[in-house]
């Protein structure tokens, strides 16, 4: 049964809801993790997965996989905590250069694989809540452009011109420097 199935079964039997809960919490997480940090991760994919559940029945399948509209949620609940994004976005900036860091600093930079420190995260913190919603749920999510503009509800041309924008920025504030080259590469 595919997750779209699953879920429209949960509307008659709330407990196959779990079965979504299982395939996706740990992906949810972590990507909230990325975001804001592990202390919110916690937070935030649960209210995702309580949002998801009492949603589920406004939920589309002709609009979005259930991982994309999962990512969609947890991109709207992060959104409700942009300010603490932010801030630790700019904390990371300035610890940028921190040699011997501490546990809670280093179970950060574990979680924070895509290495959002640094120069790098105070640039993505200088970008607006659209533009760096799309960035990042392509760079921490690996989501198509089709699937941001499923999870944000934008139009698929938004999606692209966000993200170059974004990229555009993100290599200014670098000093020209392309910080997505890694992931480009990874994935091409």
């Given at each position: 049964m595919?997750?779209?199935?699953?879920?429209?079964?949960?509307?008659?039997?709330?407990e196959r809801f779990g079965v979504i809960f299982d395939a996706y919490f740990a992906e949810i997480h972590g990507y909230a993790a990325r975001r804001l940090g592990p202390d919110a991760a916690?937070?935030?994919?649960?209210?995702?997965?309580?949002e998801a559940f009492r949603?589920?029945?406004?939920?589309?399948?002709?609009?979005?996989?259930?991982?994309?509209?999962?990512?969609?949620?947890?991109?709207?609940v992060i959104g409700r905590h942009r300010r603490a994004e932010v801030r630790g976005l700019r904390a990371r900036e300035r610890l940028g250069g921190v040699?011997?860091?501490?546990?809670?600093?280093?179970?950060?930079?574990?979680?924070?694989?895509?290495?959002?420190?640094?120069?790098?995260?105070?640039?993505?913190?200088?970008?607006?809540?659209?533009?760096?919603?799309?960035?990042?749920?392509?760079?921490l999510a690996d989501l198509s452009h089709?699937?941001?503009?499923?999870?944000?509800?934008?139009?698929?041309?938004?999606?692209?011109?966000?993200?170059?924008?974004?990229?555009?920025?993100?290599r200014e504030a670098l000093g020209g420097t392309n910080p997505m080259r890694d992931l480009e590469d990874g994935h091409g």
């Open positions: 595919d997750d779209s199935a699953v879920l429209r079964s949960s509307l008659r039997e709330p916690a937070d935030v994919a649960s209210q995702t997965f309580l949603g589920r029945g406004r939920y589309d399948a002709s609009r979005a996989a259930v991982r994309t509209w999962l990512y969609g949620i947890a991109t709207n040699q011997d860091a501490g546990h809670a600093e280093r179970v950060d930079e574990q979680v924070s694989a895509q290495g959002l420190r640094g120069r790098l995260a105070g640039a993505i913190a200088g970008l607006s809540g659209g533009d760096r919603d799309v960035l990042l749920l392509v760079a089709q699937e941001v503009a499923a999870a944000l509800d934008i139009p698929y041309g938004t999606v692209g011109s966000r993200l170059n924008r974004a990229r555009r920025k993100v």
